[in-house]
């Protein structure tokens, strides 16, 4: 089946971030769209909840933009299979940091940018990857690696001060705010 081609195409944006701390305030910022998606997510795959919603939003005639190719996906063959499938459905895919827009009949130049562009996003996902492995080595050689984590920005007894004025009532937000951590660090405390 085909979908209905839109009389005027919509502009829709989609922003990512990797973590829940961070903010895409600077992605796409000052442009305007029908309609925003925005993940806190990994770019590891497109395994992600608002991209998988904006792929199944868009249609023919739409233009989809995003802020780099690396806010889309990080290895080249999601980023290829992704945009393919796009412009086969008539959707134009735009990235703002590189300059490019791919609509499905692009120059074999356009193409190589592409495959270039993504290729580059993998490797840098991949050298990432082994500095994290080589830090962790060194860390246990050193025998200072605990493997669990990053150490707790909280000690015992401000998690146990925490945990009893939450009990009382006090607000997380404020609490956060008051030692100085995130909001994702106290839960993260408390939990433990």
């Known amino acids: 089946m085909v979908a209905a081609k839109r009389v005027n195409g919509q502009r829709v944006g ?3 971030v990797s973590t829940v701390d961070q903010n895409t305030v600077r992605q796409l910022d000052g442009m305007e769209f029908d309609r925003v998606f925005e993940d806190h997510a990994s770019g590891k795959d497109t395994n992600r909840p608002e991209l998988q919603q904006v792929l199944k939003y868009v249609r023919t005639g739409d233009t989809l933009v995003v802020h780099s190719m690396d806010r889309l996906a990080r290895n080249l063959g999601d ?3 992704t945009i393919e499938g796009l412009n086969a459905r008539g959707v134009v895919v735009e990235f703002v940091k590189e300059g490019l827009v791919f609509t499905g ?6 193409k190589l940018m592409l495959a270039i562009m993504g290729g580059v996003a993998e490797f840098e996902r991949a050298m990432i990857r082994e500095r994290q492995r080589e830090g962790i080595a ?7 690696y605990a493997g669990h984590g990053r150490p707790s920005k909280l000690e015992a007894d401000q998690v146990a001060a925490i945990r009893g004025r939450v009990d009382g009532g006090t607000n997380i937000a404020t609490l956060a705010r008051e030692y100085g951590v995130s909001r994702q660090t106290l839960y993260r405390a408390l939990g433990e």
Do not use: N, Q, W
């Not at 009949?105 to 356009?110: C, I, K, N, T, V």
């Not at 060194?138 to 200072?144: D, E, Q």
């Open 14 to 16: 989609y922003k990512r």
């Open 138 to 144: 060194s860390a246990k050689a050193r025998g200072v």
């Open 105 to 110: 009949e692009d120059s074999a130049m356009s």
């Open 79 to 81: 980023l290829l299979k």
